[in-house]
């Protein structure tokens, strides 16, 4: 199963680095473009740190909104930055999971694989890092698991949500790798 973090890098990017380094654990990163213009060092570091960087489009802007033009724009604009994938098609998940069928097929016709989730934490709606945890106990193999940075009560519930996992002989790791 793998595990997801959207919407960074962003202030708590080390500290949730730190942290998995400490659990053993890869994961993979959705990356916004903005955050990666401003933040190199940490997008640098999440790579260094072994784990894998996929675009989560340049401003978090939903892909239907955009018109053609501007969905390879975001989607460019974030692949500039990130490191080139060694195997297969760049990985892109849409901000907020939004998505139609001409944005799925325009990430396809530049390039990209389309990556959504089978378990949505639900990180963003609550603050309660019990909460996040009871929801990722769920997790089943094969799936791909939703969560975000930036969010401290995230942060704290991943120590109990990989011990979870792993006592249920599940090995959290990159979507390439799942894939």
């Known amino acids: 199963m793998a595990l997801t973090f959207d919407d960074g890098p962003d202030q708590h990017t080390h500290e949730y680095l730190d942290?998995?380094?400490?659990?053993?654990?890869?994961?993979?990163?959705?990356?916004l473009g903005a955050g990666c213009a401003a933040r190199a060092k940490?997008?640098?570091?999440?790579?260094?740190r072994g784990h894998e960087v996929a675009s989560h489009g340049f401003t978090h802007k939903k892909f239907p909104a955009l018109g053609v033009a501007g969905l390879h724009d975001e989607l460019e604009r974030?692949?500039?930055?990130?490191?080139?994938k060694e195997h297969g098609r760049p990985l892109v998940r849409?901000?907020?999971?939004?998505?139609?069928?001409?944005?799925?097929?325009?990430?396809?016709?530049?390039?990209?694989?389309?990556?959504?989730?089978?378990?949505?934490?639900?990180?963003?709606?609550?603050?309660?890092?019990?909460?996040?945890?009871?929801?990722?106990?769920k997790a089943v193999a094969g799936?791909?698991?939703?969560?975000?940075?930036?969010?401290?009560w995230t942060l704290a519930a991943l120590p109990a949500i990989v011990e979870?996992?792993?006592?249920?002989?599940?090995?959290?790791?990159?979507?390439?790798?799942?894939?």
């Open 19 to 31: 942290l998995l380094d400490r659990l053993e654990v890869r994961a993979t990163f959705f990356v």
């Open 94 to 137: 849409p901000p907020g999971g939004v998505m139609t069928v001409r944005s799925v097929f325009e990430c396809a016709r530049a390039g990209y694989q389309t990556v959504m989730w089978s378990l949505d934490s639900d990180d963003c709606r609550t603050e309660s890092s019990d909460v996040v945890v009871e929801r990722v106990s």
């Open 164 to 179: 979870g996992l792993r006592a249920r002989g599940l090995t959290p790791m990159t979507v390439s790798e799942l894939l």
């Open 143 to 152: 799936d791909i698991v939703l969560l975000h940075e930036g969010q401290s």
């Open 78 to 84: 974030t692949q500039r930055l990130l490191p080139p």
């Open 42 to 48: 940490d997008l640098r570091a999440i790579v260094a």
